[in-house]
C-alpha cells in the first residue's frame, strides 16, 4: 500500500537557519512520482516540485533544495536561509497510476515556523 | 481566471440542510479530486474522476455525493451532515502523472 510519513509534526527555526523537512514513503510500484507542496494560511496547496522515480538527481531551486534517494526511500527538502516568508505547512505526496488514473496520497504534514 | 477555482469559499450549514460545493478548472485537465481536510486526518483523498468518470471512491459515506457533468467542473452534494464533517474541502485537477493544482478550498462548518 502508498503511505508518505512526514514524522516532524512541527518546526520552528529562527529566521536565517537552514532547515530540512523529511519525508519517507512506501510504494510497491516501480514507476511513481513524488511532491512537495506548501500551504500556507490562506489554505490553497502551492506545487513546489515533482520527481519521478527514475531521477534521483538533486534539485536546487533559490533557497530551496530536494534530495532524493530510492535506497532509503526518502525525499527530503531543505530551506536554505529561512524567511518569515516560509512559514506555512509543507507536504509530501506519492502518486501512483491505478487503472489509469493518478491520485496523490499526501503525508500528514510539517508545520514550519520561522521566528523573526 | 485562476488555475483552480472553488465556490463558495466558506459555508456554514445544518445538520438537515442540502448544500453544494463547486470546482471549477481551466486548465485542461483531464482529472479532477475531492480531498478532506481536517485537523483530525490531514487531506483525506475522497473521490478522483478522470474524463467525467469517478474512478475512486474512498469509503466515503453516502452523505457526500459528488457530480461531475464534465471534465472542467466538479461539484460536491452535501445533505444531513454531521458535525464531525466540519473541515476543508479541497479540489484539485491534474493531467496524467503530472502535478496537482488545488484550488482555495472551502471551509464547511455543520452546526
Known amino acids: 500500500a502508498q503511505k508518505v510519513t512526514q514524522a516532524q509534526t512541527e518546526i520552528s527555526v529562527v529566521e536565517k537557519e537552514d532547515v530540512t523537512l523529511d519525508c519517507v514513503y512506501e510504494t510497491r510500484d516501480t514507476t511513481y512520482y513524488l511532491f512537495w507542496y506548501k500551504q500556507p494560511p490562506s489554505g490553497e496547496l502551492v506545487f513546489l516540485i515533482r520527481?519521478?522515480?527514475?531521477?534521483?538527481q538533486n534539485e536546487i531551486s533559490g533557497r530551496y533544495s530536494w534530495n532524493f534517494q530510492k535506497s532509503t526511500s526518502s525525499f527530503n527538502f531543505t530551506i536554505t536561509a529561512s524567511q518569515v516568508v516560509d512559514s506555512a505547512v509543507y507536504f509530501c505526496a506519492l502518486s501512483e497510476a491505478t487503472s489509469g488514473t493518478y491520485k496523490y496520497i499526501f503525508g500528514t504534514g510539517t508545520r514550519l515556523k520561522v521566528l523573526a | 481566471e485562476t488555475g483552480v477555482t472553488q465556490t463558495p469559499r466558506h459555508l456554514v450549514m445544518g445538520m438537515t440542510n442540502k448544500k453544494s460545493l463547486k470546482c471549477e478548472q481551466h486548465?485542461?485537465?483531464?482529472?479532477m479530486y475531492w480531498y478532506k481536510q481536517s485537523a483530525k486526518k490531514p487531506l483525506e483523498l475522497m473521490f478522483v474522476y478522470n474524463f467525467k468518470e469517478q474512478t475512486e471512491n474512498n469509503s466515503v459515506p453516502s452523505r457526500f455525493s459528488p457530480e461531475c457533468p464534465n471534465s472542467s467542473h466538479l461539484f460536491l452534494h452535501l445533505h444531513t451532515l454531521q458535525p464531525e464533517d466540519s473541515a476543508l474541502y479541497l479540489c484539485?485537477?491534474?493531467?496524467?502523472?503530472?502535478?496537482?493544482?488545488f484550488g482555495q478550498g472551502t471551509r464547511l462548518t455543520v452546526v
Open positions: 520527481r519521478n522515480s527514475f531521477d534521483e
Open positions: 484539485a485537477s491534474s493531467q496524467d502523472e503530472y502535478e496537482a493544482f
Open positions: 486548465l485542461g485537465h483531464n482529472a
